[in-house]
Nanobody
Framework: QVQLVESGGGLVQPGGSLRLSCAAS????????MGWYRQGPGKQRELVAS???????NYADSVKGRFTISRDNAKNTLYLRMNSLKPEDTAVYYC????????WGRGTQVTVSS
């Protein structure tokens, strides 16, 4: 069973940066969608950014211009570069991969606070 493991979260001051990684424990064939989602305190899980098989990207309006999604197929790893972080970005961040099956990671906490 393939597992997704997120890393790179932590505590950062407003205006700071983090890079999240999501590594798959094995190869996943036929991936057509990869995405980062987040769930803040008392909020529903929401899409942050996604990338499709043809490298088309999509971002939530709240993160456009600040976050960048990318992937390294050779390393089976998905990334999310987050710049100019704001307190409202505080959330647990999850990666999601879709092929014939759908996979979710367990999440990594990002806290933006001074």
């Amino acid at each position: 069973q393939v597992q997704l493991v997120e890393s790179g979260g932590g505590l950062v001051q407003p205006g700071g940066s983090l890079r999240l990684s999501c590594a798959a424990s094995g190869s996943i064939l036929g991936i057509y969608y990869m995405g980062w989602y987040r769930q803040g305190p008392g909020k529903q899980r929401e899409l942050v950014a996604s990338i499709t098989g043809d490298d088309s990207t999509n971002y939530a309006d709240s993160v456009k211009g600040r976050f960048t999604i990318s992937r390294d197929n050779a390393k089976n790893t998905l990334y999310l570069r987050m710049n100019s972080l704001k307190p409202e970005d505080t959330a647990v961040y999850y990666c999601n991969v879709r092929s014939l099956l759908q996979y979710w990671g367990r999440g990594t906490q990002v806290t933006v606070s001074s």
